[in-house]
DNA sequence: TGGTACTCTGGGCTT
DNA sequence: CAGAGTACCA
């Protein structure tokens, strides 16, 4: 990473062995590569290499990482370095948008039905408590899904071990597989595929159809140590043509073991293929040689590891720190001393973008997060809460996801109740029992409304309207008072996000797979099942790369999140037994090489630290992690001087020009401690003393401690301010999403759905206004509502055509929802079972206020139920000669199109290349502070986002 | 009494 | 942020 990037031949800046490695004739290529030894360099040269060297084609070449942003950033510097775009052609990603890829082009080969979901965690988790709950299972939940999710994740290739167990068959074993049936069966019934699914069923693509890889010549790897089973033998099945494999990996970094990723597939590929060329990567260019030797000391602390060396081409720096502070607050004050005391004396060659603090765990960050608010720090939190996860907009997707997926139970049952309606968690359930007894979905049961005609309408208008006619900001308001602006302004985002998503796919064009004769490939054509799979795939762990017009930020990050990156300074907080190693861990050595990870991140400055009670006033202790405590004493016990020789040697390592001496003491504050003086070094020693738990103790009660303020954040930022969200999130961070092609416009069934469900929420809205004002006995719920069908006053016309199948010509017949489910389906499927059809659910009496979606359109002729059918799917071209219907036609270049109204004909690709009317400026409301004109919206997605001001008027949108 | 809404607590990393 | 437990409503 140290090195400098190559531009016109890609040898530029190679050492030896690197270029050993990209240039190696070998079918198949193992590098080791430790931390710091350019690895993605050397793995973006050999591609690079295979391509314009070897002449491979870029579709040719698969390239699977193991996180969205390796992804990306992998793509990017093959794209500098091939200089034309030709990048766009490989099929890059994580192994699971690959076979996300594949699956979505060619599942139909394996019986999969195209149009289906990802199942994310939380899915998982919901539909194995569930059947945990249902059948009685015994079995822990969690502990189901992890013993799924292993099996999945172990792969086909391994009779010896697999055969070799099977035999016991203990109750628990029984209820487990129990559980295992239950779970695919649901998932099945609800068109979903888990992440494991992604791998086992694309691996079960390929097996079948090799065909489908016939193209490819060469695959590469990176992140290898990180493979499991089914990942080996994805990677062997895309390779199968030619066999041809690259991987790069680290086993000293293989710290997704949990995820069942097998270190053992290293030497699994050595076995399997004899001629494999090895390669180690051993310089390293990262760290300075301290840091190193203190980094192999605890690697080597695992006897049963491969060894490997690290040399560092680095001067020996300073002796890394292992500083015990009294609690975690005190810790996480040192550490803001200390950064203070480092950027002070570097004369702000150092900054805070320079300093990262690793975690082992995401909820360690508290102490850290409101020390650095206190002292008016900004930070950026990196694998925290996601965005996608927050709450509101969690809710958003689910509600797009029942748009796609009507027959997602799960998303439906989440949004059932939100906002409020009435419906509490015993109804929900209860449908979801029935359904899954019944195996019907649970839209079937709720749903039958009125839907408007067929009207095409883009990503960000289906959100838009959901918004509309869901009243979300009011929702917000009310749900969430205290900060219901910073939510609101997070869905702007999300719309934000979805807009540059749609323009990015028509940019962007195409990602789609080689075509390769005699297979034919199912197009993607619909966006929104696109964005669904980005949102869950994207992790979204924001880099360190700074973002140049923003202030200079700390970076907090877990130490999963940070592998592959450096800082010139790295805090390591909670190195203490139970933390590092975690105490529900399994595997110690995969904690120890945790640490290692984090260790070797840090360029110049490396500081571990714990504290030694777990808090202020607890009377325990915690110990010393074992990983450092038989090496404790090669650790610094507290800061180092950072005298000019010292800064002077950082300053060679990270390539900077450190500011003269009187430059630097000029700028000190007067009373500055130049040393690590301001917490004890023994902090038990000091127990007597009056400590509470934030002040400096060490010297003496209530000794006021010298507040520095950080170059560059102007005068005095001093303590006392009022804390301010002054941070960024992931998930603040719009995501870059790695999967892009075609037109902008998802389909007319789905948008088709989008109205349906939109009106379904209003349905189930009114439902509730009027259990509340018309409190009718049989509406105490909506229970009762589905379960008997009654309903007051029943539309007799509503009645008589529900579940039946209305003739194909009346295209404004009522909806039931198997039609529904036809049409989105886009494919007759008997899904109207006999005895659905004549189950009628009570239609809803129509309030007077208009239909959602349809304001504009008089379609439905004043009727009240206008759209309630169960016609088969309606054919592209419409039938009747409605006025809607025309719309639907061909009219891409007429004028303004009805809001939110848009043609079908947008489906084609042809009509997409232009930026669709509708989204332009005036449907963005960006967040102030994202930037808007200037930048690419692919520049604009790295930029963070700002949250709203708190004054600005909440209610800037529509309601 | 059945059902919904509210308060509290406790966390493992992630495709 | 979810799950459990409690308070409140018909």
Request: hydrophobic content about 35%; proline content about 7%.
């Amino acid at each position: 990473m140290a090195q400098p990037a190559p531009n016109n031949s890609i040898f530029d800046g190679l050492n030896e062995s690197q270029r050993r490695a990209v240039t190696s004739a070998a079918d198949t290529v193992a590098i080791l590569a430790g931390p710091g030894s350019g690895k993605t360099q050397t793995l973006t040269a050999r591609v690079v290499w295979l391509i314009d060297h070897v002449g491979y084609h870029p579709q040719d070449i698969v390239v699977a990482t193991f996180t969205v942003k390796a992804a990306r950033e992998m793509k990017e510097r093959i794209g500098k370095s091939l200089g034309d775009g030709r990048e766009t052609k490989i099929i890059l990603g994580t192994f699971h948008s690959i076979a996300r890829r594949y699956l979505a082009a060619y599942g139909r080969l394996i019986g999969l039905n195209e149009k289906f979901g990802i199942a994310d965690d939380s899915d998982s988790r919901a539909i194995i408590v569930r059947i945990c709950k249902r059948l009685q299972l015994q079995v822990d939940p969690a502990h189901a899904r992890a013993w799924i999710s292993k099996k999945k994740a172990k792969g086909t290739e391994m009779p010896s071990r697999v055969v070799k167990k099977e035999p016991k068959k203990t109750p628990q074993l029984e209820e487990l597989e129990t559980c295992y049936r239950e779970y695919q069966k649901h998932l099945e019934s609800s068109n979903l595929l888990d992440y494991d699914d992604l791998l086992v069923r694309c691996a079960e693509l390929l097996r079948k159809f090799p065909a489908c890889v016939s193209n490819i010549q060469a695959v590469l790897v990176d992140e290898y140590q990180d493979t499991n089973g089914i990942q080996y033998d994805l990677m062997k099945l895309f390779a199968q043509q030619h066999r041809r494999i690259t991987i790069v990996g680290d086993p000293d970094q293989s710290i997704y073991g949990w995820r069942s990723a097998e270190i053992g597939n290293l030497w699994k590929l050595l076995r399997e293929f004899r001629a494999t060329e090895e390669v180690s990567l051993e310089q390293n260019y990262r760290s300075s040689e301290f840091i190193l030797n203190l980094s192999l000391q605890v690697i080597e602390q695992d006897t049963k590891r491969y060894k490997k060396s690290l040399k560092p081409v680095h001067n020996k720096g300073t002796r890394p720190v292992l500083r015990r502070l009294i609690s975690p607050d005190a810790e996480a004050d040192w550490i803001i001393s200390e950064i203070r005391r480092i950027i002070m004396m570097s004369g702000s060659m150092i900054t805070h973008n320079d300093v990262a603090i690793l975690i082992r765990s995401a909820y360690l960050s508290r102490h850290i997060e409101s020390s650095l608010g206190k002292a008016g720090i900004s930070y950026r939190m990196v694998g925290g809460l996601k965005f996608y996860e927050r709450a509101e907009i969690k809710t958003i997707i689910d509600y797009l996801r029942v748009i796609h997926q009507p027959e997602n139970n799960d998303a439906l049952a989440r949004i059932l109740n939100v906002p409020r309606r009435g419906v509490g968690d015993i109804t929900i359930r209860g449908l979801l029992e029935e359904a899954e007894t019944s195996g019907m979905s649970v839209w079937r049961r709720i749903s039958q409304v009125d839907g408007p005609n067929d009207t095409p309408i883009g990503l960000v208008q289906i959100i838009e309207q959901l918004l509309s006619s869901l009243d979300f900001q009011r929702h917000l308001q009310t749900v969430h008072p205290e900060d219901h602006e910073q939510r609101w302004a997070n869905v702007q985002e999300f719309v934000a996000l979805a807009g540059d998503f749609v323009k990015e796919l028509e940019l962007k064009g195409d990602e789609s797979l080689p075509e390769i004769e005699g297979i034919e490939q199912a197009k993607e054509v619909d966006v929104l099942p696109r964005f669904l799979a980005n949102v869950a795939l994207a992790t979204d762990a924001q880099t360190g790369d700074d973002d140049q017009d923003s202030k200079p930020r700390v970076t907090i990050s877990t130490i999963h999140a940070a592998k592959g990156l450096e800082w010139p300074v790295v805090f390591v907080p909670a190195v203490y037994d139970g933390s590092i190693p975690h105490s529900r861990s399994d595997d110690i050595d995969e904690e120890r090489r945790l640490l290692y990870v984090a260790m070797t991140r840090a360029q110049s400055l490396l500081y571990l630290s714990y504290p030694v009670r777990p808090s202020s006033e607890a009377n325990q202790n915690n110990e010393m992690s074992p990983f450092v405590s038989s090496i404790s004493r090669s650790f610094a016990e507290k800061g180092p001087c950072l005298d000019r020789h010292v800064m002077k040697e950082i300053a060679k390592v990270l390539g900077r020009e450190l500011p003269s001496d009187e430059k630097i003491f000029g700028a000190l504050p007067p009373g500055f401690s130049t040393e690590d003086n301001l917490f004890p070094v023994d902090p038990e020693h000091v127990r007597g003393l009056q400590w509470d738990g934030q002040g400096d103790v060490f010297n003496g009660p209530r000794a006021k401690r010298p507040r520095i303020h950080g170059p560059g954040m102007g005068k005095a930022a001093e303590e006392e301010r009022p804390w301010q969200k002054d941070y960024l999130t992931t998930m603040e961070q719009a995501s870059k999403f790695t999967i892009s092609n075609l037109p902008g416009f998802i389909s007319a069934s789905a948008h088709q759905a989008a109205l349906v469900a939109a009106n379904a929420a209003a349905e189930a809205k009114r439902k509730e206004e009027r259990a509340q004002k018309l409190r009718l006995p049989q509406q105490k719920s909506i229970m009762a509502f589905v379960k008997t069908g009654s309903e007051p006053a029943p539309p007799p016309a509503a009645l008589a055509s529900a579940g039946q199948t209305a003739p194909a010509g009346n295209a404004f017949s009522k909806k039931s929802s198997p039609g529904f489910q036809q049409l989105v389906a886009k494919q007759p499927q008997p899904v109207i079972q006999p005895d659905l059809a004549s189950h009628k659910l009570g239609p809803k009496k129509m309030p007077t206020r208009p239909t959602v979606g349809h304001s504009t359109n008089d379609g439905s002729k004043g009727k009240a139920y206008p759209c309630f059918s169960s016609s088969p799917p309606r054919p592209d071209s419409e039938q009747n000669g409605n006025g809607i219907s025309e719309a639907a036609d061909d009219d891409e270049d007429d004028g303004p199109p009805p809001q939110p109204t848009r043609a079908a004909a947008c489906l084609h690709a042809t009509t997409c290349t232009t930026v669709p009317k509708g989204l332009g400026s005036s449907v963005f409301r960006r967040p102030a502070g994202l930037g808007r004109d200037s930048i690419t919206p692919i520049e604009k997605l790295k930029k963070p986002f700002k949250p709203l001001t708190i004054n600005k008027p909440g209610r800037g949108g529509k309601m």
